[in-house]
């Protein structure tokens, strides 16, 4: 069996639960800012989440939800100074310390590094938005923890295509049978098997009713020691939290 050498994290709903208080927010204040009328309730903003990566999001909502929009005769440049004023909202939000990470997750990272295991991110969303999460909610050098970055429009198709996944593992210079990923949602999860590794599901809000039928384990949370997680589907032995060893376990199942 092949040793577990890296850990490949999603970061939109699997690091932090970054998507209703923080990107849809920045979505809205940037449509106001360009005097639309759009707002994304939390509802709508479920249905959106389907498109993964911002730019291409408003592109499906202006498609589905805004027609007859007069749409600008340069579409994706417009789209693009958008996102950009989406992405400086963000980042802003991010700054007050709205964002927090996931009950579980700073344990685990400092466990793997101490442990040695090597980090990576796979994300669809801009690469700015998970330096300024990393910085502000894990650590000031919390971007040094990661091996590899792989975020937005580095790869030609985002999730849920494999791509951003194997562009990561070629950083890595590992095969996908010595990495674990850990996704929070459908589209995620398709991108990770879709390059051949296992991967760990943490839930939210708005993804509880994702099809994971596929995954390796579904959990509600990493957890803590004095918080334990739910397991929805998979083995987890006698593990009250998620934690290195329980990762190592999974790795050896066939
Ligand atoms: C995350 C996303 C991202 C964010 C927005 O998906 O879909 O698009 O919602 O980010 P995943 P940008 O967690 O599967 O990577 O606006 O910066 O694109
Ligand atoms: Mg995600």
């Known amino acids: ?19 209703r208080d923080g990107h849809r927010v920045a979505f809205n204040r940037a449509f106001a800012e360009a005097g639309l009328d759009w707002d994304w309730s939390i509802e709508l903003y479920g249905k959106l989440l389907e498109v993964t990566g911002g730019k291409e999001r408003i592109l499906f909502y202006i498609d589905s939800y805004q027609p007859p929009f007069d749409s600008p005769a340069e579409l ?5 100074s958008l996102h950009a004023a989406k992405t400086r909202h963000y980042k802003q ?35 700015e938005n998970v330096s300024t999460l990393l910085e502000t909610a894990l ?49 995620g999860l398709q991108s990770s098997l879709g390059a051949g590794l296992k991967t760990v599901i943490t839930l939210n809000d708005y993804t509880r009713d994702h099809n994971f039928a596929h995954a390796n384990l579904v959990l509600d949370q990493f957890g803590e020691p004095t918080a334990p997680f739910k397991v929805v589907s998979g083995t987890t032995g006698e593990a009250q939290y998620f934690d290195l060893a329980l990762a190592e376990s999974l790795h050896q199942l066939p």
């Open 76 to 80: 994706k440049p417009w789209i693009a």
């Open 1 to 19: 069996m092949p040793q577990l050498r890296a850990l490949i994290f999603d970061v939109d709903g699997t690091l932090a639960d970054t998507e």
């Open 139 to 187: 650590a000031p050098d919390g971007c040094d923890w990661f091996e590899a970055i792989g975020a937005g429009d580095v790869v030609p198709h985002k999730k849920p295509a494999p791509d951003i996944y194997l562009h990561v593992l070629k950083r890595l210079n590992l095969p996908p049978e010595e990495c674990l990923a850990f996704e929070d949602s459908q589209q």
């Open 93 to 127: 939000l991010l700054n007050e310390g709205v964002i927090p990470l996931r009950p579980g997750v700073k344990r685990l990272l400092e466990e793997a590094r101490a442990a040695g295991m090597r980090l990576a991110i796979a994300t669809t969303t801009t690469p």
